[in-house]
RNA sequence: GGGAGCUUAGCUCAGCUGGUUCAGAGCAUCUGCCUUACAAGCAGAGGGUCACUGGUUCGAACCCAGUAGCUCCCACCA
């Protein structure tokens, strides 16, 4: 059959794909093996497939994949996260889309909607994984907020509030206005903005300018956020400042409402900033609540949950925030109070999800008590110190650090309705009581000694923060919460590797870690790999509005699977972000072609008996083998010590070599038949042997087409497919062949080419030698490779010659034409002086007295045998010259 | 404002305990080739004051100090 030129991709990897599934490769359950097993970073149900997901997924495929082959019970968990305010907003949209108000239905009827919306769209990125070959265990597939992966964290809420780390609370936190929910600190990013600072006049009363006047009439004060006037209660200033000793107790009047404040005086205000007149607002700063709380002032709040004006305010009532802030200080602007406006940076807090901009707000809500828990669970910060949860690359543990010795209160409450409920329950007076059901809250009212009528209970309306199911995931999804056997609990739990981004360590890593301790007194994972941020080749961060993200399922139509991780590992070092190019995906699909075509030579060879092929040939096809065994083993050692540290790009990279050069380049160009002969039965064996194992490297990182050239080797027939067959083991190298042999067809070759003949010209070649035997064998692969007509050994160096040294061996090439005297001369004239330099240096250090006495004795026997070698062919060029 | 990390070839990065496997790899570039597996290819070649300045050492890309630039994380300055 004739085979393409080009690989196709298309054409295999849905096969392969299929077989993998049919014959249960990726499906695990425990049994006596040792286990190897990740959970996937469960994907947001609403998400598609991006170049994150890609490189994460692929290198989880990669270590698992090899687990397997090394004969590990590999198991790889998928599934998806519900994405409490990511899918409410979608499913709010779509809704709205239908001309339905999320305001105008029931709780329960949005909630069919929204599973009716997961149940159609949820398993699509889950599809796309199957696209660039991911093995997951798909029989295990999880949703974080299927029955009993709520139940478990009804049971964690529950049992958190009876240890007294969960706790209700009123305090400031974080408002989106777009998802209207509070979220945690963590959900709150932080952008560098440029802003307008006001400086808005604040009238005195008559009262105060009998003590004391100005030519405004007022005071100056700063301020980034004018629509929050309405809301000011006082105006502070530091009492050491000498400008407004005098003010401290008196009042002013507060713009556009004309409340009459008190100015105050606190330590917090810095003299330096602005006008240091601090207006303030408690209701909307967390500083200026601190102030008011000190001071006793009332609460003003001027928006609303939408970010509007409220009616509290008493002026631009329904107006947008930003808007209402364009329209005051265009009204003071007009009344002349505002004096000034200076441009500022400063930073406001943006929504991590709707990219709204947060404001702070004092509500009451549930939080994780969380220096309380860290203290309980001393190991959440030490098992990630010593290492017996290994971060890669380490620095993530600074990090780690900084933040749990840093670490607030966690808000877990969300006002949304898809999500975990919070098991809470009031009465009509607003007491409550926490319980996983209704009965129980009853029943715990009763132990209460509360009476409360049949029916009276409410369930408190919010949900929990999605992370706080999301902490449980290496748990739950093997059932570590539920009663029962715990079979796969105690066989799979802790899993092996976590494979992530770093933007998720505090969202996600840390609390797995707290959440394993705090549940189950185990660690969630052995190690963590922190993937980097894919970015553009200008490093900008992919996004939707650059349109710099391009469609991985269209890039996989493109170049296949194989090529599109290949390209993803290749620019991948741990930890490093990964500058996304399409050129790196051209490689990898330059590689399968590589690979394709060099199955196709060795399909194409005719095979023969050994007895019907010359004796010269045999042997140096036996030379050849063992100097690619040697090869091949050096590169497994590598591949193994690379993935040790995680680093996949360079196990890769040493795959790649070996495939293409010293497979391809050389080896097979070794032991290719002269044009229109056969090839002996006991090479062929050899060859296809080599093949094998090199797909069998390459089956973790480019499983498709691997599996694809495994069974076109065996003719279909293959004893076991790849995706099983063992991974090569480290070893020593033995047999290392001495490869001088090669070193001549290089030189050969070079010589021609920089004298700019044709490689058809072919040379003849004498070699002088003490150790023939370092050639002998290679004759014909020298000829073969380098054209050369014939090679012997120690003859008398002819008249006219090129010469040159193969490491302290000469060569000498009888081929008058391209011979310039001059030239040659001059060339071995300069040789000669590098390397009297060389050897000069070389002799400095030897003589050197502390050097010989000080350095490592191996390494002055490096010096030695460098000056020897270096006197040698010095003592041989000025022979030649003459 | 605090903390961490980085700076090596045109680009992206390796370089472990200081010592010719210490100046490397891939890509890109240049030269010559449609050689009967592959032009998505073959054979070659060029290219770096290892950010800068000092120091330690017989010896520094590597250790120390300082300088400059970049990146990330954290933080309530109106």
Request: charged letters at 30%; glycine letters at 6%; aromatic letters at 10%.
């Amino acid at each position: 059959m004739e085979l393409d030129k080009h690989y196709s991709p298309q054409a295999v990897e849905d096969k392969w794909y299929s077989y993998w599934m049919d014959k249960g490769f990726f499906d695990s359950t425990p049994d006596e093996r040792e286990p190897f097993t990740i959970v996937i970073p469960p994907p947001n149900v609403t998400g598609v497939l991006h170049m994150g997901h890609m490189l994460n997924n692929t290198i989880q495929d990669v270590l698992i994949r090899k687990a397997r082959m090394e004969g590990k019970n590999a198991c790889w968990v998928p599934g998806t996260d519900h994405a409490s305010i990511a899918t409410e907003a979608k499913v709010v949209k779509m809704l709205a889309e239908k001309g339905i108000k999320k305001s105008d239905i029931t709780r329960d009827e949005f909630l069919g909607h929204a599973w009716e919306w997961k149940n159609k769209y949820g398993g699509i990125i889950l599809d796309q994984l199957k696209k660039l070959g991911a093995s997951c265990d798909w029989k295990r597939t999880r949703f974080t907020m299927e029955e009993d992966l709520s139940n478990a964290v009804a049971d964690v809420f529950v049992k958190l509030y009876n240890d007294g780390l969960i706790y209700r609370g009123t305090k400031m936190v974080n408002w989106d206005p777009a998802g209207k929910t509070t979220l945690s600190d963590e959900e709150v990013i932080y952008k560098e903005t440029q802003s307008n600072l006001y400086y808005v006049t604040y009238k005195f009363t008559d009262e105060t300018k009998h003590h004391f006047n100005n030519e405004l009439g007022g005071l100056q004060v700063a301020t980034t956020r004018p629509e929050t006037i309405m809301g000011d209660v006082a105006i502070c200033v530091n009492p050491n400042d000498e400008r407004y000793k005098t003010l401290i107790g008196h009042t002013v009047i507060v713009p556009v409402v004309n409340r009459v404040v008190k100015v105050i005086a606190d330590d917090y205000i810095d003299i330096e900033f602005g006008t240091g007149c601090l207006k303030v607002t408690p209701a909307h700063d967390e500083n200026d609540y601190n102030i008011g709380e000190k001071h006793g002032l009332e609460i003003i709040d001027v928006l609303d949950d939408d970010g509007k004006i409220h009616a509290r305010a008493g002026a631009y009532v329904g107006m947008d925030r930003f808007a209402c802030r364009k329209q005051i200080v265009k009204d003071l602007e007009e009344q002349g109070l505002i004096t000034k406006t200076e441009h500022i940076k400063n930073t406001v807090g943006h929504s991590e999800r709707t990219d709204a901009v947060i404001e702070k707000k004092i509500s009451t809500q549930w939080f994780v008590d969380m220096k309380e828990f860290l203290k309980r669970h001393p190991q959440v910060l030490s098992s990630v110190m010593n290492d017996e949860v290994k971060f890669y690359p380490s620095k993530f543990k600074n990090v780690y650090k900084h933040w749990l010795d840093n670490i607030k209160d966690w808000n877990i409450s969300r006002q949304l309705w898809w999500g975990q409920r919070i098991p809470a329950w009031y009465d009509n007076q607003g007491n409550y009581v926490v319980a996983k059901t209704e009965v129980e809250a009853y029943e715990a009212f009763k132990n209460k000694n509360m009476t409360v009528a049949a029916g009276e209970l409410k369930q408190d309306p919010d949900v929990v923060d999605t992370w706080f199911s999301s902490w449980l995931w290496p748990i739950s999804v093997f059932d570590g919460f539920k009663e029962g056997d715990k079979k796969d609990y105690n066989y799979y739990y802790p899993t092996n590797d976590l494979v992530t981004g770093p933007d998720i360590i505090f969202f996600w890593v840390a609390r797995m870690v707290m959440a394993g301790y705090a549940f189950n007194g185990q660690k969630p994972f052995n190690s963590v790999y922190f993937t980097g941020i894919v970015r553009d080749k200008l490093r900008r961060k992919m996004s939707k509005s650059l349109g710099n993200s391009p469609d991985p399922l269209e890039l996989i139509e493109k170049y296949g699977a194989d090529a599109t991780r290949m390209g993803l590992l290749l620019s991948a070092p741990a930890g490093n972000d990964i500058l996304y190019d399409e050129s790196l995906i051209e490689q990898g699909r330059n590689f399968c072609n590589k690979i394709w075509n060099a199955y196709r030579l060795l399909a194409g060879w005719e095979v023969v008996d050994d007895t019907k092929v010359d004796a010269t040939v045999l042997k140096s096809n036996q030379l050849a083998n063992e100097w690619f065994k040697a090869r091949l083993q050096t590169a497994v050692n590598d591949v193994h010590a690379a993935f040790k540290d995680y680093r996949l790009s360079e196990a890769l990279m040493s795959v790649y070599k070996l495939v293409w050069d010293d497979f391809c380049s050389w080896y097979l160009e070794m032991v290719k038949p002269v044009y229109g002969e056969p090839i002996n039965q006991s090479t062929m064996a050899e060859v296809k042997a080599n093949f094998e194992n090199i797909l069998t490297l390459l089956q973790p990182f480019m499983p498709f087409i691997s599996e694809e050239l495994h069974h076109a080797l065996y003719e279909g027939t293959p004893a076991k497919a790849l995706i099983v067959t063992d991974f090569p083991k480290a070893t020593e190298v033995v047999n290392l062949v001495d490869d001088k042999a090669l070193a001549i067809i290089a030189e050969v070759r070079n010589l021609r080419n920089s004298k700019g003949l044709s490689p058809k010209v072919a040379f003849e070649v004498i070699v002088k030698t003490e150790q023939p035997a370092n050639y002998q064998g290679w004759e014909s692969i020298i000829q073969k490779l380098a054209n050369v007509s014939a090679i012997s050994y120690n003859a008398d160096k002819p008249e006219k010659c090129i010469s040159s040294l193969i490491g302290t061996d000469e060569m000498y090439i009888p081929y008058a034409e391209m011979l310039d005297e001059a030239e040659e001369k001059k060339k071995i004239a300069e040789e000669i002086d590098y390397l009297k330099g060389f050897l000069k240096s070389v002799d400095a250090k030897l003589s050197n007295e502390k050097f010989v006495a000080n350095a490592k004795p191996e390494v002055i026997e490096k010096e030695r045998q460098k000056k020897a070698d270096a006197e040698e062919k010095i003592q041989k060029l000025e022979s030649g010259l003459a």
